[in-house]
């Protein structure tokens, strides 16, 4: 992988490209075959900085295991998701979710001990980052912001 400049060799802040040459052969392609011009092919992925906030239900996931405190664990997690918002919460998708947000430094998990009742497995509990609590008031500005002043939105029911 290179990490290289903006095409134009202009830099940005909090811009990162990527160029991945996915195995093409420079000249591979002409017009006829696929539609792109000869030459080599490239992907450029931007990535955007810290200004990337939570998605719903990465929020719903991080406010339930801030609900619960530390060392809480999936099924109470999907169960306390399902308890506040009335929604139903596959398990699957909070571990999904879960391990996505530990990729991302924003929760911590540790395993437990092996138990019987769980045929010797042990549960792996999750709790906030500082940075994940960051991120959650980091996004809670956000929707604040974008909510001000609606007044559709304003006095409650509609």
Same mark, same amino acid.
């Given at each position: 992988?290179?990490?290289?400049? /903006?095409?134009?060799?202009?830099?940005?802040?909090?811009?990162?490209?990527?160029?991945?040459?996915?195995?093409?052969?420079?000249?591979?392609?002409?017009?006829?075959?696929?539609?792109?011009?000869?030459?080599?092919?490239?992907?450029?992925?931007?990535?955007?900085?810290?200004?990337?906030?939570?998605?719903?239900?990465? &929020?719903?996931?991080? &406010?339930?295991?801030? /609900?619960?405190?530390?060392?809480?664990?999936?099924?109470?997690?999907? /169960?306390?998701?399902?308890?506040?918002?009335?929604?139903?919460?596959?398990?699957?998708?909070?571990?999904?979710?879960?391990?996505?947000?530990?990729?991302?430094? @924003?929760?911590?998990?540790?395993?437990?001990?092996?138990?019987?009742?769980?045929?010797?497995?042990?549960?792996?509990?999750?709790?906030?980052?500082?940075?994940? @609590?960051?991120?959650?008031?980091?996004?809670?500005?956000?929707?604040?912001? @974008?909510?001000?002043? @609606?007044?559709?939105?304003?006095?409650?029911?509609?």
């Amino acid at each position: 992988m290179k990490v290289g400049k /903006r095409p134009g060799g202009a830099h940005k802040p909090r811009f990162q490209a990527r160029l991945y040459a996915k195995g093409i052969i420079p000249g591979e392609f002409g017009i006829g075959s696929s539609g792109l011009p000869k030459g080599d092919l490239f992907i450029i992925l931007e990535e955007m900085g810290k200004l990337n906030f939570l998605g719903e239900f990465e &929020l719903m996931v991080m &406010l339930a295991l801030m /609900r619960l405190g530390d060392d809480a664990y999936g099924v109470p997690i999907s /169960r306390e998701i399902e308890q506040q918002s009335g929604r139903e919460v596959a398990l699957g998708s909070v571990y999904a979710t879960l391990e996505r947000l530990e990729d991302r430094g @924003l929760v911590s998990s540790s395993l437990g001990r092996p138990t019987r009742e769980r045929g010797g497995k042990a549960k792996r509990y999750f709790r906030i980052t500082p940075s994940g @609590l960051r991120k959650v008031r980091e996004t809670r500005q956000a929707f604040v912001s @974008l909510w001000r002043g @609606l007044p559709e939105l304003e006095g409650g029911h509609s």
